[in-house]
Nanobody, 119 residues
Framework: QVQLVESGGGLVQPGGSLRLSCAAS????????MGWYRQAPGKERELVAT?????NYADSVKGRFTISRDNAKNTVYLQMNSLKPEDTAVYYC???????????????WGQGTQVTVSS
């Protein structure tokens, strides 16, 4: 089994920055895609950023958020700058992981971390 543990959320003032981390543990052979999603109260979960060879961002975060990865640590990051109140949501990481060369890739989700942007 693969576990994803997120961290880095919290309360920040508008214009501030946060860096979210998503550490994967367990039997991991390879990761071929990663992503961050968010869900605000009363809204559906939406894509924030994905990277699977090419990187894509939601229009609302382009130029402010950056997705990155540390392969040695099996950790994915989301650097969030110039935060706005509308960025307030629970943020979830998603990794597509293969546990061995002869198994298919599966999607795994983190437990979510709360980000609140407020003065």
């Amino acid at each position: 089994q693969v576990q994803l543990v997120e961290s880095g959320g919290g309360l920040v003032q508008p214009g501030g920055s946060l860096r979210l981390s998503c550490a994967a543990s367990g039997r991991i052979f390879s990761i071929n895609a990663m992503g961050w999603y968010r869900q605000a109260p009363g809204k559906e979960r939406e894509l924030v950023a994905t990277s699977d060879g090419s990187t894509n961002y939601a229009d609302s975060v382009k130029g402010r958020f950056t997705i990155s990865r540390d392969n040695a640590k099996n950790t994915v990051y989301l650097q969030m700058n110039s935060l706005k109140p509308e960025d307030t949501a629970v943020y979830y990481c998603n990794l597509r992981v293969r546990q061995s060369a002869w198994l298919p890739f599966y999607n795994y989700w983190g437990q979510g971390t709360q980000v609140t942007v407020s003065s």
